[in-house]
């Protein structure tokens, strides 16, 4: 009997190592399906059940293969993503440093990871607003020296056309332009876009959203003619791409009508804000958030135009829209009935 158990005891043993491995695989499994799941949610819209899973991955990923490993860090990265999108930035920010301390160490400085996760952490610094609503001047001037600094390597070490150095450029001029330094933006979105036509294309969409971003600095600027030209193109190359119904091709199109009215060009104005109007109805709805907004847009024409009437029709039109879908305590559905009373 005691030989037959130590033949016996070491397959049992065996067996109870391949089953304890198998389990940890599930779990694992399990943990990855869940961040998918965040993944999936995020996409849909539903930031704050995408935080939550995210972070419940993390958790459960941190307990069955450690901290550092990539598979957790990739995670992290995500949830601090979630979290940012969900408005809960200083817990982004927190997720973002510690995804920046754990790449560092354990990748090492130089690594496209670790830039990556530099900028990452610099554009959740620049999402802080202070009480007034305005960017908050300190965390915005640490994402900006983040930026710069990993600019400047990526720059050195990597090349320019690298991909860390051209998304450190672009989160850079972001920075910049919203804490009103639309010179620095404006040359870096420049630099950005002729680097990005000569290796992505012109009608990349990185290329196309530094173009926007640049046709924004300018119009900040005041800089018409060169911003318009730059709306322009972005609109050509949009609806030649996604057709003009697109919802990204209406907004180019609705800054187009935008920088014409800031010019005073009202004639020409006027027709391109009702063009996006009735396109927003017919693509988004009209109770939609983005079509009230270019509602509003075309009455503030109109009514510089001196079409009184028209501008009320309309504003009248946009309260009726926002009081049916969000109610008469909505912002927006208040302001729409303040504009009723200013235009009579």
Wanted: net charge negative.
């Amino acid at each position: 009997m005691q030989n037959f158990a130590q033949r016996v005891l070491p397959f049992v043993t065996i067996g109870l190592f391949f089953t304890s491995c198998d389990s940890r695989q599930d779990h694992i499994a399990a943990a990855e399906g869940k961040g998918r799941l965040a993944q999936s949610k995020y996409d849909q819209g539903d930031y704050a059940r995408a935080a939550v899973l995210a972070g419940e991955a993390v958790n459960e990923l941190t307990s069955l293969v450690g901290s550092d490993d990539p598979r957790t860090l990739d995670c992290r990265h995500l949830l601090a993503e979630f979290l940012r999108a969900a408005g809960r930035i200083e817990e982004a920010i927190s997720e973002n440093r510690r995804v920046v301390e754990t790449s560092t160490r354990v990748l090492g400085e130089t690594d496209e990871d670790t830039l990556c996760a530099r900028i990452r952490l610099a554009a959740a610094l620049a999402e802080v607003y202070n009480s007034n609503g305005d960017p908050d001047t300190a965390a915005a001037q640490e994402g900006e020296n983040i930026c710069q600094t990993t600019l400047d390597f990526a720059v050195k070490d990597l090349g320019p056309e690298s991909t860390p150095a051209m998304k450190a450029r672009q989160t850079l001029a972001v920075i910049q332009a919203k804490s009103g330094k639309f010179k620095e933006a404006i040359q870096n979105n420049t630099v950005l876009v002729e680097i990005q036509r000569m290796k992505l294309g012109n009608e990349d969409e990185s290329t196309i959203t530094t173009r926007m971003n640049l046709a924004g600095a300018l119009l900040a600027q005041k800089l018409y003619d060169p911003a318009l030209r730059e709306f322009q193109t972005v609109y050509d190359i949009r609806k030649k791409r996604v057709g003009e119904d697109h919802p990204d091709t209406i907004i180019a199109e609705s800054w187009i009508g935008m920088c014409l009215s800031d010019q005073n060009r009202l004639a020409e104005a006027l027709p391109v804000l009702r063009d996006v109007w009735e396109r927003r109805k017919r693509v988004l709805g009209k109770a939609h958030r983005r079509t009230l907004v270019a509602g509003f847009n075309l009455a503030v024409s109109e009514m510089n135009s001196g079409n009184r009437e028209e501008a009320k029709r309309i504003v009248t039109a946009l309260y009726e829209f926002a009081l049916e879908a969000y109610g008469p305590a909505d912002s927006q559905t208040q302001m729409y009935q303040q504009a009723i009373e200013k235009v009579k």
